[in-house]
């Protein structure tokens, strides 16, 4: 199909909530580049908001993919499920977690978190302890208990009231926590580094400061690892960089490589909260979803893509901070691993990443100043160096 024809139908047919979408479409992708309908080649600098960890069509998750789809793609978790027990048994022998239990996107994971961390307290007859507190610029998913966790006002004011409660604080403000610390918190919930509000990492002081009000005041502890988790950052999770382990954690994006899975991970403490019939999911832990999982998971650990993102995640901000220097409107480089923010003085986002696509190189934005730049893990020095040159040129653009 040509690319005018597909607009043609989105706008027909789709819901209109992505508004006027990048005119382009992706036909097919090897590694970190993708085609679009006039054959026209990018380097992916953004992998489908952080998920394509492994680039696209690896070898390995495809023939995965195939093969299963070709023994089992759908039987119910009423039935054990050979790939789901394996995959979870990966997930506990590589993190603090001692039980796992599979969803279909991040915002499900997340709502099965905030469900268990609710469940937990009534259990123990503390029914009252039913709030959460979130961090103010979190995202936490698109759901309306995730919205409303989401500690973003844009989100919640087209839809107040949003059912359950919780209180959003300013992130790196321990004072805060303690001051909406009541009788009804139940837990804190929290994105190690957060991904759709700019990249902005809480500090290692902040965590471990949580970690211990929580223990404080028998408060669970979440992390939503949705983006930064699975070696985004350059450990395989998020929490690693600061010596915290939460209680529970919730994982998606990468976690299937592009194939739809979420995680609630969680010790088993907690997770025994969780009995016969107080959740489920139709879709959740499929075979096929899990047959991905377990590729991905078996790449990311045995080449090790976590210190790749670490390695090429280091040498990316050593480059743009010379970029920084070279050009005084870009305002901060920030972020860890290979989830990286550029903030710009000026209101250019925009313009930046689309003279970035004009010249092959996909990167995203967020607000009106903020690159967004989330390539795959698999990314060289290489790759690395082509972008800055495009970067360079674009920037030097927008400095005359
Ligand atoms: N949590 C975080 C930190 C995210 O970045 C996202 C998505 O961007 C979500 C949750 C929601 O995930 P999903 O879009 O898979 O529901």
Redesign the pocket.
Known sequence: MQLQEIIELDKKYYMNTFGNRVPVCFQYGKGINLWDTEGKKYADFFAG?AVSALGHSHPRLVSAIKGQAEKLIHCSSLYYIEQQACLAKILVENSCADRVFFAN????A?EGAIKLAKMYFSKKGMQHRHEIITLEKS????TLA?LAATGQEKYHKPLAPLTPRFSNVPINDLDALKKVIGESTCAVML?PIQ??SGINPVTPEYIRGVREICDENGLLLIF?E???GLGRTGRLFGYQHFGVEPDIFTL??ALGGGFPI?ALCAKDFVAQAFGPGDHGSTFGGNPLACAAGLAVMDVLLNENLAGNAEKMGSYFMERLGALKTKYPFIREVRGKGLLIGVELSVNKAVEVKDALLEKGYIIGSIGANILRITPPLIITATDIDDMLSALDEVLEGINK
Do not use: L, M, P, Y
């Open positions: 908001i996107s991040g915002a499900e997340n995202f936490h998913g698109r995730t994105e991904g759709e939503d949705v983006q930064c998606a994006k979420g």
